[in-house]
Nanobody
Framework: QVRLVESGGGLVQAGGSLRLSCAAS????????MGWFRQAPGKQRELVAT???????AYADSVKGRFTISRDNAKNTVYLQMNILKPEDTAVYYC???????????????WGQGTQVTVSS
């Protein structure tokens, strides 16, 4: 079992930046890829960014050019750097430990507890 703990959320003005962190522990050898999801009130949870063990990344169109996912293998931690934040980025952000196949499809696994990001206009 993988345990994920997110941190770094908060309140920021539009145009500002935040960095989310996700620390993994437990059966981390089973992790093939990791991702960040978000869920705004009244909306479905959506995939924001993914990163494989090999370092390949992918992003939702809505965050391309503004968000960057990265990982520190020595610390078993994945980051989401969020720049030029917009009010529509407001959501609870969740870290996920899952898998990605050769077609680039991401399959979710263990979830973190989520961290709130609020962007004011």
């Amino acid at each position: 079992q993988v345990r994920l703990v997110e941190s770094g959320g908060g309140l920021v003005q539009a145009g500002g930046s935040l960095r989310l962190s996700c620390a993994a522990s437990g059966s981390i050898f089973s992790i093939n890829a990791m991702g960040w999801f978000r869920q705004a009130p009244g909306k479905q949870r959506e995939l924001v960014a993914t990163i494989t063990n090999g370092g390949s990344t992918a992003y939702a169109d809505s965050v391309k050019g503004r968000f960057t996912i990265s990982r520190d293998n020595a610390k078993n931690t994945v980051y989401l750097q969020m720049n030029i934040l917009k009010p529509e980025d407001t959501a609870v952000y969740y870290c996920n430990a899952g898998a990605q196949d050769h077609r680039g499809s991401y399959y979710s696994g263990s979830w973190g507890q989520g961290t709130q990001v609020t962007v004011s206009s």
